[in-house]
């Protein structure tokens, strides 16, 4: 009965060794045949595009417009708080197709766009408008508006920027504390 169950114990040991080695020559054959894709991919000189990357072109200059702003800042200077300020960014178009504004976006909700919103032909004159109301603000101030356009880049920045002096809540109000 020792012999029968030592002799189950060899078989069962070599067998193991048989397949773990079976498993390493099939490990050592995948690993190798994943080297040799990576030194493939590094000798050759074509990039491999993602699955999931989205295509894209290099833009055609003739079907951008393009901007051309004499500032793309305004320093509104020092305003008291609930001043509401206005200023007018006026642009050329120096692109080689119309200029389409598709969108403009506030950074903040104290600063409301407007724009020209028919295509701005080459050579002529658009605007856009921004208007900041500092109620509830105090500080140093500089709110930015993004445009969305066909240009090269395609987003632009404007910016407003000054400072806002606090409301005192009276005439007696004291700066500092008080001692009693």
């Given at each position: 009965?020792?012999?029968?169950?030592?002799?189950?114990?060899?078989?069962?040991?070599?067998?193991?060794?048989?397949?773990?080695?079976?498993?390493?020559?099939?490990?050592?054959?995948?690993?190798?045949?994943?080297?040799?894709?990576?030194?493939?991919?590094?000798?050759?000189?074509?990039?491999?595009?993602?699955?999931?990357?989205?295509?894209?072109?290099?833009?055609?200059?003739?079907?951008?417009?393009?901007?051309?702003?004499?500032?793309?800042?305004?320093?509104?200077?020092?305003?008291?708080?609930?001043?509401?300020?206005?200023?007018?960014?006026?642009?050329?178009?120096?692109?080689?197709?119309?200029?389409?504004?598709?969108?403009?976006?506030?950074?903040?909700?104290?600063?409301?766009?407007?724009?020209?919103?028919?295509?701005?032909?080459?050579?002529?004159?658009?605007?856009?408008?921004?208007?900041?109301?500092?109620?509830?603000?105090?500080?140093?101030?500089?709110?930015?508006?993004?445009?969305?356009?066909?240009?090269?880049?395609?987003?632009?920045?404007?910016?407003?920027?000054?400072?806002?002096?606090?409301k005192i809540a009276g005439a007696a109000a004291?700066?500092?504390?008080?001692?009693?």
């Amino acid at each position: 009965m020792k012999i029968n169950v030592m002799n189950m114990t060899v078989c069962a040991v070599m067998l193991a060794l048989g397949t773990s080695c079976n498993q390493k020559s099939e490990q050592d054959a995948k690993i190798q045949a994943l080297e040799d894709k990576i030194a493939q991919l590094e000798t050759s000189n074509t990039a491999v595009t993602p699955v999931n990357a989205q295509a894209t072109q290099v833009a055609d200059a003739a079907t951008l417009g393009s901007f051309e702003f004499p500032a793309i800042e305004h320093d509104f200077g020092i305003i008291k708080e609930g001043e509401v300020i206005e200023h007018l960014f006026k642009f050329t178009n120096n692109g080689q197709a119309p200029l389409v504004i598709s969108n403009i976006t506030a950074s903040c909700g104290c600063t409301s766009p407007d724009w020209t919103k028919a295509p701005v032909k080459p050579g002529e004159e658009g605007f856009v408008k921004v208007v900041f109301n500092s109620s509830a603000k105090s500080g140093a101030q500089a709110p930015t508006v993004s445009i969305q356009a066909n240009t090269n880049p395609s987003v632009t920045r404007l910016r407003l920027k000054g400072t806002v002096t606090p409301k005192i809540a009276g005439a007696a109000a004291s700066v500092g504390p008080v001692k009693r």
